[in-house]
């Protein structure tokens, strides 16, 4: 399902977007990582991932999953639900699972779709940090800018994996956990030429 749904985007994005790559080769080939991203629409999840040759677990809102077919359609392209408004313990486990088998995992920390103009007034949620603080892994930051109107152009941008420098052992309040995301969403900010 996840190939099919690749080849679809391949397929779609070819006829009715302009959907430029930067530095794609920076995501990766194995190992366990956390992906991050913004989120400016509904497409992003493709957009990021439709060229990769790995597949990305998402962390999606668990709204998604209510609906049998479109929780069967989630589950296959490799999300799973997180419940959004407060800490989803269940969701952080899932991640760090996947993390610690070897796969990548897509967070956004926005939680929400943003698009382009309001970025800067949402603050970055803590489930990134939860589980970043709970795996010593990589963190590809990556930025979604463009305009999703059909034949309009999407800018792709594949930071360079980075680790912070966090102490597993460690009890972070929640406040520390915010700011820990909202670096990561900085790094991300910078793809876009912003500080």
């Known amino acids: 399902m996840a190939e099919f749904t690749k080849l679809l985007c391949r397929i779609i994005f070819k006829l009715i977007y302009r959907v ?3 530095d794609i080769e920076n995501v990766p080939s194995k190992g366990g990582a956390i992906l991050c991203a913004n989120h ?3 497409l992003d999840m493709f957009f990021i991932g439709y060229k990769l040759k790995r597949l990305i677990h998402y962390m999606a809102k668990g709204e998604l ?19 959004r408004g407060k800490p989803d313990i269940e969701s952080i486990k899932t991640a760090i699972s996947l993390i610690n088998e ?3 995992v897509g967070i956004l920390p926005e939680g929400t779709r943003t698009g382009f103009q309001n970025r800067k007034k949402i603050r970055a949620k803590p489930g990134v940090a939860m589980v970043a603080t709970k795996v010593n892994t990589p963190i590809i930051p990556v930025a979604v800018s463009g305009d999703y109107r059909l034949f309009s152009k999407v ?8 680790y912070l420098d966090l ?29």
């Open 20 to 22: 430029e790559l930067i």
């Open 65 to 83: 999953f209510k609906n049998p077919i479109m929780s069967f359609i989630m589950h296959k392209l490799g999300c799973f639900p997180v419940k």
């Open 40 to 42: 400016p629409g509904t």
């Open 155 to 162: 800018k792709v941008v594949y930071g360079k994996p980075f």
């Open 167 to 195: 102490d597993k052992d460690k009890k972070y309040t929640m406040d520390e956990l915010r700011q820990i995301s909202q670096r990561i969403m900085d790094k991300i900010y910078s793809l876009l030429g912003e500080k």
């Open 102 to 104: 070897g796969h990548i």
